[in-house]
């Protein structure tokens, strides 16, 4: 059994990958929800629902999120109304959120309504979000604490950093399962995401980083880095902002407690051993998942 | 000055054929809001929709109520997901309730919130919600008490009903400017909406239905009854199991403390003596709005 901690765009692809050479009953994924929000009074799982839209085989390839062939009529029509329309939301897309806000008023958990809409779109893996309980990513930035989609989409990450914190993990309890499976997993697999802004509000939450430390010659993460650089999102700025080496070095210390091993891209080989010598095993092979042969390539060198 | 007491379809229909016969400035809707409910965390006010889509020209003419020309996306996607599609919201029609819930949420009242659609649609009269507190209409029937909603729609008021009550009358203010446009009128008309779900929720906010009684011989309504029945609904069924006749009389007797004069249809003439013995002026009009110069000859009437 592998588990893999997720946050988006990037963990959907290694994901989808996955399931191409390993039984996708043996695979769990637990997602990081400290992206989530509430707009329009709609409670929104950015990375949960990039996810189950991948792995349904609904996501539209081209953006990497939403839903393929989506149409926009309420957007286009909340716009007439002068309405918040900075995050788009397709019209098949806004179905998930009305269906996952009925149900959490009905009392069901962020996890209950997970499983239900990962089984009607016949998801094959088992999806987690990594805690029931509120979690939210705030940004310290030039401008004051932004929220995280103010941060990210609003204002599309192009502000200086200078924390990010993850609210409500005192009270935070991980979610059914979620400790069973990174206890039980035969490997761990932090995917490709942003290591501040998607993995680490995953390890914020009690017991989980305590649960990677316990394991960590059997976790492995694929470095978000290609060339020294972010393929895209704000992973080399935050680096920078946050005080790390802008490379797969500075991605090895941020991760140096949980992580094993790192993969890192053939581009980046000349770090390797600068990486070894912090006391983590490194794999080199093609990170970018750019054709569905290099993402199965990355998917069998991350379960080597 | 105009001032009529709303529901939604019929009270939609007159007021459109009020502003072409009437300058829309001079008219003010007071709206019942003991329809409004939370569904997929959305907050949906239908009379005022109604009347706001049917005032900016944008109604759906043959259901009389949602967007004319509009999509269904979103409901098929929340189908697929299992979710609750027993009450339609078109995809146009889903950006009024993500508008008004965002608002809601940021501190707005209902009114602000009504005034604002109403002016980015262009609806040409002022619209008011009779109050911003909290209301909702309780049918008590043979399956105990229900939401208005599971009563009207998901069960198509096919329910034998023992009494119909307003929560929330106590806390209740009327909204800014409802008691004024009251008082200020030159004349208050009820719509041919229905006595009991759509025009006593009004009446039970604290203030309204002393504001009428003062202004009685002021007061004109139209009956929802043609012929002994109703055109749709359940006006008739109420009357019945709510111990009233089932024709005209039984809406002067609903009626008698706030209204001092009663339109019924031609088909009905026969029980104006009846009425006026209850101390009831009576006009005798085409009352059904089969086309616009039906419509425009009732609101003459109402005007006269």
Excluded at 37 to 58: E, K, S, W
Excluded at 256 to 272: F, K, M, N, P, Y
Aim: aromatic letters at 4%; one cysteine or more; glycine letters at 8%.
């Amino acid at each position: 059994m592998i588990t893999v901690l997720s946050g988006g765009v990037g963990a959907a692809r290694l994901l989808a990958a996955l399931v191409t050479i390993f039984d996708p009953a043996e695979v769990d994924a637990v997602v990081n929800v400290g992206d989530d929000f509430v707009l329009h009074g709609l409670t929104i799982c950015p990375d949960l629902d990039t996810i189950t839209y991948t792995l349904a085989g609904r996501v539209n390839e081209e953006t990497g999120w939403g839903r393929r062939g989506d149409t926009w009529r309420t957007m286009s029509a909340l716009g007439d109304l002068g309405g918040e329309t900075w995050f788009a939301l397709g019209d098949q897309d806004l179905a998930t959120h009305l269906y996952r806000t009925q149900r959490l008023g009905e009392g069901a958990t962020k996890s209950e309504v997970t499983r239900e809409i990962a089984a009607r779109l016949a998801v094959p893996i088992t999806l987690r979000p990594v805690t029931d309980d509120p979690l939210a990513t705030i940004i310290d930035t030039e401008f004051g604490a932004l929220d995280f989609q103010d941060y990210f989409v609003r204002r599309r990450h192009d502000v200086a950093v200078s924390a990010v914190r993850v609210r409500g993990t005192e009270a935070a309890r991980p979610a059914p399962g979620v400790l069973a499976a990174l206890h039980d997993a035969t490997r761990i697999v932090i995917a490709p995401s942003n290591p501040f802004l998607s993995i680490e509000p995953i390890l914020a939450v009690p017991g989980v980083r305590d649960a990677l430390r316990d394991r960590r010659t059997d976790v492995i993460a694929v470095s978000p880095l290609v060339g020294g650089r972010a393929l895209k999102g704000p992973a080399a700025r935050l680096l920078d902002d946050l005080g790390f080496a802008v490379s797969c070095e500075g991605v090895a210390d941020v991760y140096r407690e949980v992580v094993g091993t790192l993969v890192i891209d053939e581009s980046d080989a000349s770090v390797a051993p600068a990486i070894r010598a912090r006391g983590m095993d490194v794999r080199v092979t093609t990170t970018v998942m750019a054709n569905p042969d290099h993402a199965r390539a990355l998917a069998r060198t991350v379960l080597a």
